[in-house]
DNA sequence: TAGCCCGGCGTTTTT
DNA sequence: CGCCGGGCTA
């Protein structure tokens, strides 16, 4: 049955019948299985399925509840709205896109091709790239669209303002939206944005999808931003049927406009609504939740709630000391490889976790060294590869031949002799004819460097062949005549180098890519392979971890578990980092990512910090960080007693430790003594000194 | 036009 | 320490 193996918070939160609803769900308490049998409970007690919308952050998050739902009813599995909030407002738009001035067609432009529309805006205006960096640029504009800023209103500001920066990234910004629409784009925070614009503006519309969507379940309510949190408030507004489930103590993303506040005053926002807090955790040890819980409870910004556990207080939770970054990774190493040979673990039961990716190297290295198989996540995307893009780019192009932002990218792509000054030219010609730059290329003849000129055609008449075949030939096809034209699998064979073999794998991965997509998916269109692109790039590292470490960034690490956990770089500066310790909000916000990190942990914890560590070439002396500090653990330092250590012992006398079994209170070592006798001793009774 | 060298810079990342 | 981008030179 649908209300089957719930604990009551889980159950009330599922039969919670009509009116706003908020969970508060801890870490590890159950959230998605509260999400999944609530929708599958609505759809028991006959609401029909095209009446829910469910929409989450992460098409990760978005497949699991379907396939989830799909297990549970699976009559209903195609009708039930649930994707992420950026491919539900890519779906409203194009089904509505007619009221507003908009293409049908339109593409979706991720943050490469944004910065790149950004850099030509700061040379169209002439503002120096070094004042104002197109990724600041681009924060700006992101956060305003977040926020349901137009340039307009943006302009108007800063002219209230009256400063330069600020009415520069205005300028910025009503240019980058123009160029945009001529080239029929929009970004990721259009596609909210215009979703909301049109929501308001037009209220028979508003009441329709009102009427669609008479229940509304947002996951991670914590991460929405403005413009999301007020999409929601609009669809919602006619039946309040808003169940939102998140959890404050795991708000990581506020520099992405995420706004903790959302969550904080739901209960202002809907007053009559039913809170419902998820207490009980099902993934860690006593000993984890509490250290976890004298963490985050330094926190000011936060709902109190004391995750409790039935789950036995086996495993430990440790501070390991090390000299420097290199002794850190070893010593880790060491422990994954003692705890390995002891226990009954698999590599990809222990997870390293720290702050920043430069952090990644030492350990790369290390586990490089030791030959202990591991994965490091986030390092580089798929569709980040420059090849992947490269091809990307040309099926863009494809796609909408007039696009001159896609065209400066791919027209010297393989290089052949396309510089600077011929697509000046091309431009020149492109604005007195007002035409687009492919169209332009016929005119620019006249010239006497023959070389370009033949490129250029060389390069329009490939571009026409596509043009032709692209209603007549599948992606697939299309995709490997780019490929054959970019030259890419010769040029990387003959290379012959490691990288190259992997540029060549990546490809025939994209390849199998675009077959699955033309096989499963609805549509066999260009234009909706370009949207699953642009929405959906998270060709993930699925089943990869598997017999592997896992390495990543805490902020990764969100709802993930393992049974061991290394959270390393724990010191001041690193970890708070330095940018945020004079902030109070900054850092709440780091210690909340210090407390994702600790309830990844199913049953060994360790919180690691290095007395010295060398970073972009400069090596620092650390103090321990605030967030040891606070876990208050006796900091019985274990970790003092390596293997190679000597040690004096009372009666024995003097001896090496040849090995270590166990942690915390258990830790046994195996001591070779003097007298070649090999003991094995419990840390925790005999009084061990070190030589 | 392309390739090389030098200087600046460096938190986290999904859609 | 290593990457990226700008400017200079062949």
Redesign the pocket.
């Known amino acids: 049955m649908i209300t089957k193996n719930l604990n009551p918070s889980q159950l009330e939160a599922v039969l919670h019948n009509n009116g706003p609803l908020i969970v508060f769900a801890g870490a590890g308490t159950g959230k998605t299985k509260v999400i999944v049998h609530r929708i599958a409970r609505l759809l028991f007690f006959d609401t029909v399925p095209y009446f829910i919308l469910a929409v989450?952050?992460?098409?990760?998050?978005?497949a699991e509840i379907k396939m989830r739902v799909t297990n549970l009813v699976p009559e209903v599995k195609q009708n039930v709205w649930i994707s992420?909030?950026?491919?539900f407002c890519?779906y409203f738009l194009r089904t509505e896109y007619q009221k507003i001035n908009l293409n049908q067609n339109f593409l979706?432009y991720?943050?490469y091709d944004?910065?790149n529309v950004i850099?030509e805006c700061l040379f169209e205006l002439n503002i120096d790239?070094?004042k104002f960096?197109?990724?600041t640029v681009a924060?700006k504009i992101?956060h305003a669209k977040n926020n349901l800023k137009t340039s307009h209103v943006m302009t108007i500001e800063a002219k209230n303002i009256g400063d330069i920066f600020s009415t520069t990234i205005s300028d910025i910004y009503g240019l980058y939206q123009k160029k945009l629409s001529r080239a029929n784009a929009l970004?990721?925070?259009d596609?909210v944005m215009y979703t909301v614009f049109m929501l308001q503006e037009y209220p028979m519309l508003l009441e329709y999808y009102q009427e669609k969507y008479k229940y509304v379940i947002v996951d991670e309510y914590q991460d929405t931003n403005y413009a999301q949190y007020i999409l929601i408030k609009l669809i919602s507004e006619r039946y309040k049927n808003i169940c939102v489930v998140g959890d404050d103590d795991q708000s990581?993303?506020s520099?992405?406009?995420a706004n903790i506040s959302n969550i904080l005053n739901f209960k202002n926002d809907y007053p009559k609504s039913k809170i419902i807090k998820l207490k009980q955790n099902y993934r860690s040890t006593p000993k984890i939740l509490s250290t976890a819980y004298r963490v985050i409870r330094n926190n000011n910004s936060r709902i109190d709630k004391q995750l409790w556990t039935k789950n036995s207080d086996d495993g430990s939770v440790e501070i390991l000391k090390s000299k420097n970054e290199n002794d850190e990774a070893s010593k880790i190493i060491d422990f994954i490889l003692l705890n390995i040979r002891h226990a009954k673990y698999n590599f990809s039961d222990f997870a390293v976790f720290?702050?920043?990716?430069?952090?990644s190297?030492s350990f790369e290295d290390a586990f490089k060294r030791s030959k202990v198989p591991y994965i490091i996540?986030?390092a580089q995307?798929f569709y980040d590869h420059a090849e992947i893009r490269d091809i990307i780019a040309y099926l863009k192009f494809i796609h909408n031949p007039k696009d001159d932002i896609i065209f400066k990218k791919i027209v010297?792509t393989p290089?052949?002799?396309?510089?600077?000054?011929?697509?000046?030219m091309l431009e020149k010609i492109a604005i007195d004819k007002d035409i687009s730059l492919l169209e332009a290329i016929p005119f620019i003849n006249n010239l006497n460097?023959k070389?370009?000129v033949t490129s250029l055609n060389f390069f329009s008449q490939f571009i026409k062949t596509l043009l032709e075949l692209k209603d007549s030939v599948c992606i697939k096809e299309i995709t490997e005549k780019i490929v054959a034209y970019l030259g890419y699998l010769k040029e990387f064979k003959t290379e012959n180098t490691f990288e190259s073999q992997r540029k060549i794998e990546n490809i025939k991965e994209l390849i199998s890519a675009i077959v699955d997509f033309e096989k499963y998916s609805s549509s066999k269109l260009l234009a909706d392979y370009l949207t699953h692109v642009?929405?959906?790039?998270?060709t993930d590292f699925i089943d990869e971890s598997n017999g592997k470490v896992t390495l990543?960034?805490?902020?990764?690490a969100k709802g993930l578990e393992f049974n061991s956990v290394f959270i390393c770089g724990l010191e001041e500066g690193l970890f708070p980092?330095?940018?945020?310790i004079l902030n109070p909000e900054?850092l709440e916000?780091?210690r909340r990512?210090m407390y994702v990190g600790m309830t990844r942990a199913k049953k060994y914890l360790y919180l690691c910090w290095s007395a010295e560590r060398?970073?972009?070439?400069?090596t620092k002396r650390n103090i321990p960080s605030r967030f040891i500090i606070e876990s208050e653990l006796k900091n019985e330092d274990s970790s003092q007693y390596e293997v190679g250590t000597l040690v004096l012992h009372p009666t024995f006398g003097k001896g090496k430790i040849t090995e270590r079994i166990g942690t915390g209170d258990d830790l046994k070592l195996i001591i070779l003594f003097e007298n070649k006798q090999e003991k094995k001793i419990l840390v925790k009774i005999a009084r061990l000194k070190l030589l």
């Open positions: 989450t952050f992460t098409n990760k998050a978005a992420t909030f950026h491919s890519t979706i991720n943050s944004q910065k850099k790239e070094n960096k197109p990724s924060d992101n970004d990721f925070g596609l990581i993303y520099w992405r406009g720290y702050r920043t990716n430069a952090q190297r996540i986030g995307k010297n290089k052949r002799g396309i510089g600077k000054m011929s697509i000046k460097k070389d370009v642009a929405l959906m790039n998270d990543m960034t805490l902020h990764l980092i330095k940018e945020s900054a916000e780091e990512l060398t970073i972009y070439g400069k």
